[in-house]
């Protein structure tokens, strides 16, 4: 492999890109508004997608649901929001436990619809979403 001649003298090395700061040094801060709610709602989606609704509403408080629905609210996204407020009456039986949790998956891998409400939120909001030096 030749590499060109800006690099010759790195010979061994790979290029470096110096368009943006490098993810060795900073991370994002726990601290903002914006990796707040997406830390909540990620909270809920891991037990949700590892164990379903029967065994979250035995695992996770009220309060980290409503924290996770507040943000549903905030990333813009109601129809989970609105999924997350029945997960005590879903739990009540085998059956509608089956219907949430696929309920649940449909509404997470529908087009994009949270991955795309996430990174619009972030887009529009860059200053809820800060980075920091490790």
Do not use: K
Not at 30 to 40: E, I, K, Y
Request: aromatic fraction near 6%; include cysteine; charge should be positive.
């Amino acid at each position: 492999m030749h590499l060109p001649t800006e690099y010759s003298a790195r010979a061994g090395r790979w290029p470096v890109n110096s368009a943006g700061p490098s993810w060795g040094t900073v991370r994002a801060r726990r601290d903002g508004l914006g990796h707040r709610h997406l830390n909540c709602l990620l909270r809920v989606h891991h037990v949700l997608r590892e164990a379903g609704v029967a065994e979250a509403v035995t695992t996770l408080t009220m309060h980290r649901v409503a924290e996770a629905v507040a943000a549903c609210r905030y990333f813009d996204l109601p129809l989970l929001a609105e999924l997350l407020l029945r997960m005590p009456q879903a739990a009540a039986s085998p059956d509608t436990a089956a219907v949430f949790d696929a309920q649940y998956r449909d509404c997470m891998c529908r087009d994009g619809y949270v991955a795309e409400a996430i990174r619009r939120t972030v887009a529009e909001r860059a200053q809820d979403f800060p980075l920091g030096p490790l």
